[in-house]
């Protein structure tokens, strides 16, 4: 398979029917992490680096949690 057909395979499963699932979902994904940015913001002062690590880890653990349900529904 060249770099190509993989690109190309990428694109087509991006507009796969899964997607459209996956967008149900992502309206609360983001409003999760505006509002963990705006409640960590309250007043604090904090670091930038600092912030920008702790709002990672915030967006991360979610996508951890949709990837185990995913993965284990797929494997079912």
């Excluded at 993989?6 to 507009?15: D, K, L, M, R, S």
């Excluded at 796969?16 to 979902?25: A, D, R």
């Excluded at 705006?38 to 920008?52: F, I, N, Q």
């Amino acid at each position: 398979m060249t770099l190509g057909q993989a690109f190309f395979g990428g694109v087509q499963n991006f507009f796969s029917e899964w997607i459209y699932c996956l967008l149900q979902i992502i309206p609360f994904f983001v409003a999760f992490i505006v509002g963990a940015f705006v409640g960590e913001l309250d007043g604090k002062k904090v670091g930038l680096k600092r912030h920008a690590v702790r709002l990672a880890l915030i967006g991360i653990i979610p996508l951890v949690g949709y990837t185990l349900v995913f993965v284990s529904m797929g494997t079912y």
